[in-house]
Structures are given as C-alpha cells and as structure tokens.
C-alpha cells in the first residue's frame, strides 16, 4: 500500500528535462511517474512510509542536481 505522496516540479528547457528524466527513470520506476509537459517535467513520489518516501526523494534530487550539473559543464 502506498500512502504518500510528493511532488516534485522541475523547469526549464524541454531538450533538457528529456536528460534530466533519463537520468533517474531507471532508479526504481515502481516508485514514481514521470511526466513532461512543455518546459515543466512533474514526478510523482509514492511510497508506503514517510522514511522511504524521503529517501526516494533525496535520491531523485541528488541524481537531478547531478546530471544537471553535467548538463551545465556541456554549455
């Protein structure tokens, strides 16, 4: 059963929202959903406690700080 939930919101330019979703999607694509629309991708985090729920999180947030720190160095 999954109880929680949380949102992320991510903007900016379309082409890189496709790298940055690439870059967690094969994480652990049972526990949140992905979706682009535009110039904005959303994630959907569930989790059946608040522990996992936030260590799912911190994980997403770490690997989109990081690829978008790649994406950066590529500018």
Known sequence: MK?????LSW???P????VLKASIEIDDPDSFD???LEDKM???????SLR???ST???ILAC????????NQVK
Not at 15 to 18: T, V
Not at 42 to 48: F, Q, W
């Open 34 to 36: 992905i979706i682009i």
């Open 52 to 54: 996992s729920l936030r």
């Open 15 to 18: 082409d890189e929202l496709e």
């Open 64 to 71: 989109l700080a990081a690829a978008e720190s790649a994406l």
């Open 11 to 13: 903007a900016g330019n």
């Open 42 to 48: 959303e994630i959907r985090v569930y989790s059946a």
């Open 3 to 7: 109880s929680h939930e949380a949102v």
């Open 57 to 59: 999180v911190d994980d």
